[in-house]
């Protein structure tokens, strides 16, 4: 079963905004209980965490995108957002989501599930 799907990338001018959805359709995990991120790729870099909210709503972000990306969910619908705005040339990539547990002893994640990903493109 697929556990995660994101939508909605596509190309847009710099300046534009775009938001970015997350279904978790999967029964691996109780969708409530669980922290969720989303990560971007872009060409020739690693992976790296953009935003991330736990199961009770506390988000955090990657500096360079502070102000302009806000993440949120929806638990009821099991759905995970990324509004952007202000969009930059450097945001180009492809946006995944994750879902994973909380490791308390080192107030880390460990993400279990990761969706196909999603391409976004600004232009200048």
């Known amino acids: 079963q697929v556990q995660l799907v994101e939508s909605g990338g596509g190309l847009v001018q710099a300046g534009g905004s775009l938001r970015l959805s997350c279904q978790a359709p999967?029964?691996?995990?109780?969708?409530?209980?669980?922290?969720m991120g989303w990560f971007r790729q872009a060409p020739g870099q690693q992976r790296a965490l953009v935003a991330s909210?736990?199961?009770?709503?506390?988000?955090a972000y990657v500096g360079s995108v502070k102000g302009r990306f806000t993440i949120s969910r929806h638990n009821a619908r099991k759905m995970l957002y990324l509004q952007m705005s202000s969009l930059q040339p450097d945001d180009t990539a492809v946006y995944y989501c994750?879902?994973?547990?909380?490791?308390?002893?080192?107030?880390?994640?460990?993400?279990?599930?990761w969706g196909q990903g999603t391409q976004v493109t600004v232009s200048s």
């Open positions: 999967g029964s691996g995990y109780i969708f409530s209980d669980e922290a």
């Open positions: 994750s879902i994973g547990s909380t490791i308390s002893s080192s107030s880390s994640i460990r993400w279990n599930y």
């Open positions: 909210i736990t199961s009770r709503g506390i988000t």
